[in-house]
């Protein structure tokens, strides 16, 4: 497929370890609930509408890049619409969040899995990547991304959003073969899916690890890690970077793979993150809720952080998702503020 | 007041660095709802009926003595109880949790706080902690516990539990005056509350602060943890524990203060936590999820535990509370597997 040459090409400079003048800057769930923009197409579409129609999960995509000038675009899309190979039904309940009807709990259900590959399966995320690659006309980059198995697993088995993860975690104690096999073909799937996404406009993948903090890290290097692994091992033709939320620990252990850059969260140090990523790239880590404070504060901070990460192999971003409150002032003081770093 | 003398030293002793054969064990807990006698007087009173009228918590919190055989009691309340101190009212909704009509949002509610001394306040409690005290009869030490001032304050203004807590965490960045004023007194009744419940006849006092990890390392000790060693520089006359989830890594900045054990959650390995600790006792890990594989598992795994924290200066505990739905089969599993232990 042929695209419109690249024009800001920050992000992909930073990950393939260039120089650059300033950090790029991007921030997590940027496609959403703070733009009033988003909140009327929200009013109109169902979320599985907006995420499967190409067209609506394009215009989503772009609008941070207009109104809020970000270096890169990610898709407007959701971690769990991968669990559909698994032939899975997921819903989304509005004020309760993902509900899974009928979740895995026995080995028999996981044997008896109907898999559906995912470059098969997932042709309007192909799609809208496509689409929205050609609309972008090479402004910025688009990132396409995935969730971890671990992560998706705690969906499949849990059936819901939790605090704890305790039946998934039940699951995975006590049946752990089961487990694992789950475990693998969601891997597999993951691999399948980077690839597709990739053939069909991605240009940076990332990947979400979001409930590592569920396991003790000891449980954690024995049953999520050799899966991320497995995943960062795979050349894709792009970058890859990891978010392991509350695992920053574990990035060492990323050494041998194809890993360009590593997500960081609030809850790690910058000087703990530089030491977790070794000479690669770190992405974060400001606090999104300090995006609800004022925008003189969010400068001054936003300059801080800078200062601590330092601003080369640095990617500028928030340490988890922008909250729905955040004003879309604050949220343009945050990136301009990055925008405008001299060194 | 004269109590009964105490049969059972094992906590103590390890709290007052003297060696034991074996690790006293407790549950986080462990008076609560994985018990079928506590269920049955849960379908007759109300949850503020069962914690504030004494014979009924006073039998609450022997329950798990009589039928899982810990080694302390630990009175049943909640942390919560406190917040009556500031004439905050909360309520308990059934499937939702703790929730404030009227939470604390604005400076002007801060200075316009009805404080009510905490020894004054809350005589339910000191009412509870001595009629248990006698009705235990010295079989075991009775522990009281209170919340840590930043975790009480994320109830206080979000009014409700949350994932994130992030407009606690806005009015903390956006009015830190007033945030902190609240935290100070709420340090301040939190030094009342155990020296009171120390008088009426606790043996043990353990601080609980669970949210830490909604703020990170840095706010952390900007914010909360001056709080906790304000906290933790008080002689109570008792040994103190101190179980800051998620931010073990401060423990080696209460090396000044009277914290005679630490707790840890199984996000901490058992080699982080005693390093982290020094030479003082360190309290946990066991992940309450892992009480749901099998009694033969859970066997397994706690002696596993013991040998890697080592049996001295160790109190076996999980890392959090226990879950609703653990057999209680399982439970003495993991607390026999500890009274069996010889070294």
């Not at 044997?111 to 590959?117: A, C, H, M, T």
């Not at 972008?136 to 088995?157: D, E, H, M, S």
Request: contains cysteine; proline residues 7%; charged residues 20%.
């Amino acid at each position: 497929m042929s695209f419109p040459p690249l024009q800001n090409t920050l992000l992909l400079d930073v990950l393939n370890g260039k120089e650059t003048e300033r950090p790029p800057v991007w921030m997590m769930r940027q496609a959403g609930r703070y733009l009033p923009e988003y909140m009327e197409i929200k009013r109109k579409y169902s979320f599985f509408e907006r995420v499967k129609t190409p067209e609506l999960a394009c215009e989503i995509t772009i609008q941070p890049i207009d109104i809020v000038g970000t270096d890169a675009a990610i898709l407007f899309s959701d971690i769990l619409v991968l669990i559909e190979c698994l032939d899975v039904e997921v819903q989304l309940k509005p004020g309760f969040g993902p509900y899974l009807p009928d979740p895995i709990r026995s080995a028999e259900q996981v044997n008896k899995l109907n898999i559906k590959p995912a470059e098969e399966q997932l042709s309007y995320v192909y799609d809208a990547l496509t689409l929205t690659r050609k609309t972008l006309g090479g402004r910025v980059p688009l990132i396409g991304f995935a969730g971890a198995p671990w992560t998706l697993f705690c969906y499949l088995v849990e059936g819901q959003g939790s605090k704890t993860f305790s039946t998934a975690k039940s699951f995975l104690f006590s049946e752990p073969e089961a487990a694992h096999k789950l475990l693998q073909v969601m891997t597999e799937q993951t691999i399948r899916y980077f690839h597709s996404q990739v053939k069909a406009g991605a240009q940076v993948l990332q990947l979400f690890e979001s409930w590592a903090a569920a396991l003790g890290p000891d449980d954690f290097k024995q049953h999520a890690l050799p899966y991320l692994q497995q995943i960062a091992a795979e050349d894709y033709g792009v970058p890859l970077i990891i978010f392991c939320k509350d695992a920053e620990w574990s990035y060492p252990l990323f050494a041998d793979t194809n890993v360009s850059g590593f997500g960081i969260s609030w809850g790690c140090t910058p000087e703990d993150a530089r030491n977790f990523a070794g000479g690669k790239t770190v992405q974060g880590n400001y606090d999104p809720s300090k995006l609800l404070s004022t925008p003189e504060r969010i400068r001054e901070e936003t300059k801080a952080m800078i200062r601590r990460f330092g601003h080369s192999n640095y990617i500028a971003n928030l340490g988890h998702g922008i909250l729905p409150n955040v004003p879309v002032e604050n949220a343009k003081a945050f990136v301009d503020t990055i925008k405008n770093f001299t060194p």
